[in-house]
């Protein structure tokens, strides 16, 4: 089992910037995809951004060209930089490992609002 914890989240004003991070610890050998999913009030959960084991990363096509994933193997973390950021970016955002049936972190709220 992998245990994950993220961190930075917060308040920000639309058009501005956040980096969400997510730590891994324990059975890390099954992390892959690792993967970034959000749920807003009222709505489904839905994948945002993951990093296959090949280092490939995969995007929600409407977030493609201002999310950025990332990982820093050294450090057994796993990043999501967000610019550009709108108020329908307002979300739960989730660590997950190894596939939806996989391991979660308990999420970090991002707020867009002015």
């Known amino acids: 089992q992998v245990q994950l914890v993220e961190s930075g989240g917060g308040l920000v004003q639309p058009g501005g910037s956040l980096r969400l991070s997510c730590a891994a610890s324990?059975?890390?050998?099954?992390?892959?995809?690792w993967a970034w999913y959000r749920q807003a009030p009222g709505r489904q959960r839905e994948f945002v951004a993951a990093?296959?084991?090949?280092?490939?990363?995969n995007y929600l096509h409407t977030i493609k060209d201002r999310f950025t994933v990332s990982t820093d193997n050294a450090k057994n973390t796993l990043y999501l930089q967000m610019n550009s950021l709108k108020p329908e970016d307002t979300a739960v955002y989730y660590c997950?490992?190894?596939?939806?049936?996989?391991?979660w972190g308990q999420g970090t709220q991002v707020t867009v609002s002015s």
């Open positions: 990093m296959t084991s090949g280092g490939i990363p």
């Open positions: 997950n490992a190894g596939g939806f049936r996989g391991s």
């Open positions: 324990g059975s890390i050998f099954n992390i892959y995809p």
